[in-house]
């Protein structure tokens, strides 16, 4: 497979210069298949193939957004955005007349009939055929290797002569996960990782800092409560060597566990976030603020994914007698708080430095992030049996 790009080593774009530099091919297949209604007709095929729900659909899983867990619907919905954007830019994008010397093998991704009828229509048909499928094949790497990010415009892919077959693998264990069951955080970054770097991922890890640029979770830039719990945010640059960002303990079961003290101080306290490295290739990152115990961030993000969420609803107070605390409460405590029996209120922190650090406090078997409108969904939301912590971060 060569002759429709010349990435070199190192070579490193983005969604939207991917799709004009593999758009050659569209181009050669249509300089065999003229015209404008063919160009349209094999545009239409890239959009359905591209599309979550349909025939021709690659990745069918429309019913993961209505049906599915939080994790899978929030993919699902990735997905759909991405294969509705990238269908767009290669519309608007040049198709370039010209011979392209190729062999590609097929990928069994089904054709639209009109696009099967282009195609096998032409005289040229053994080799159009090979040029579409490249074609087709390379936009849904590009969508796959993309799921993982919220920004995935900004993204910068790690390319070469083979355009993104390197990120096939995978791809292909992490949609034998997220088509089979709930997918673990790491393979999300796995599959992130190897859409952009080299860089081997270790279990656990929940972001990474690569050769050209960091991912971590969006919610470091969001809000808690509708920021996505899985997907990341891609900023280029960066300051040190390619590392995995690894939680400080792996089983946080593990932590010692104390019980929640009122400190009678309601000041809101500022956090930095903070790397000290892990050794062998992996970084931890550190909520840290002045005169308070550390927090560690995966600890912090493994509250926020496991979290419930109630957003909306009609107006409706806490009742006098539910246990309220403040942030600062739960912050100056050693290891994790473990609530008692019953429902508790963890009062207002506002920013998203504070609230991930009161998630990383809590231990995160029932916690509910409110957003202090409805408290009669937030008292009904989570499980109904271990201690309920509901933290009102609107």
């Not at 890239?46 to 867990?69: K, N, Q, W, Y």
């Amino acid at each position: 497979m060569t002759g429709w790009n010349n990435w070199g080593a190192g070579a490193a774009v983005t969604a939207a210069e991917f799709v004009d530099t593999a758009n050659h091919l569209l181009g050669a297949v249509l300089a065999r298949v003229p015209g404008e209604q063919a160009r349209c007709d094999l545009l239409d095929g890239l959009a359905a193939s591209l599309a979550t729900s349909g025939r021709e659909s690659v990745l069918a899983v429309e019913t993961f957004e209505a049906t599915g867990d939080d994790s899978r619907k929030e993919i699902a919905r990735q997905a759909r955005v991405l294969g509705a954007g990238i269908a767009e830019i290669a519309r608007q994008a040049p198709t370039p007349a010209g011979a392209v010397p190729l062999r590609s093998n097929c990928q069994g991704h089904l054709w639209t009939p009109t696009v099967a009828e282009h195609l096998t229509g032409s005289p040229n048909a053994a080799v159009v055929m090979q040029l579409y499928n490249e074609w087709l094949h390379q936009l849904v790497l590009l969508r796959d290797a993309l799921l993982p990010y919220r920004n995935w415009q900004q993204a910068r892919l790690r390319v070469d002569r083979q355009g993104l077959r390197h990120v096939e693998d995978a791809r292909r264990k992490f949609l034998a996960q997220f088509l089979t069951r709930t997918p673990r955080h790491d393979m999300i970054v796995r599959l992130a990782a190897a859409a952009v770097s080299d860089l081997p991922i270790p279990q656990r890890a929940y972001g990474f800092r690569g050769a050209a640029g960091t991912a971590l979770p969006s919610v470091l830039t969001g809000s808690p409560l509708h920021s996505p719990r899985n997907l990341l945010d891609w900023a280029e640059g960066v300051d040190g060597a390619p590392t995995a960002y690894v939680p400080a303990v792996e089983d946080y079961l593990s932590l010692p566990t104390t019980t929640p003290m009122r400190s009678h101080r309601l000041d809101r306290p500022e956090y930095t976030l903070v790397e000290s490295g892990g050794g062998a290739g992996r970084s931890h990152l550190t909520l840290r603020s002045p005169g308070l115990p550390d927090v560690d961030l995966g600890q912090a993000l493994r509250g926020h994914r496991y979290s419930y969420r109630v957003v909306g609803g009609q107006s409706a107070s806490p009742a006098a007698e539910i246990p309220r605390y403040a942030a600062r409460d739960l912050l100056t405590a050693d290891g994790l708080v473990d609530f008692p029996a019953g429902t508790h209120l963890i009062d207002s922190t506002a920013d998203t430095p504070s609230v991930l650090a009161v998630l990383g406090k809590i231990l995160p078997h029932n916690t509910i992030l409110w957003d202090g409108h409805d408290w009669t969904h937030a008292r009904r939301a989570g499980k109904a049996g271990p201690p309920k912590v509901v933290v009102s971060s609107g």
